[in-house]
């Protein structure tokens, strides 16, 4: 998986990379082939904006926008809603691939 982290008007220091970078791989639980993540961070005029760019293969794109005064709040949030998006597509993904009736075992008693 690799991992780019783009700061504009913000200051991006050490712990706060760590953590971003702590999150991407806790996001390799969901068994999902993620090839790359794009985080954005850059200040808007409401805020401070933090965009999560999830690439999956065979699958469109996870874009996750949040806005904050706050850079550590907005990336929690932010690191929130991508996991949350994530587990519903693992969740999507695993449905559908689950038993056919052929691999069922039959039980007689």
């Known amino acids: 998986m690799n991992l780019q982290v783009h700061a504009k008007g913000v200051t991006l220091h050490a712990n706060t990379r760590a953590h971003i970078e702590a999150a991407v791989e806790s996001f390799k639980k969901y068994s999902l082939d993620i090839t790359t993540v794009h985080v954005n961070l850059k200040t808007e005029k409401n805020g401070i904006l933090v965009e999560f760019d999830i690439h999956i293969a065979h699958a469109q794109p ?17 690191i929130e809603r991508a996991t949350k998006a994530l587990r519903r597509l693992h969740d999507k993904v695993i449905s559908h691939n689950g038993a056919s009736i052929k691999e069922m075992e039959v039980v007689i008693d």
């Open 62 to 78: 996870v874009v996750i926008n949040q806005v904050d005064d706050d850079l550590d709040t907005a990336i929690d949030l932010a």
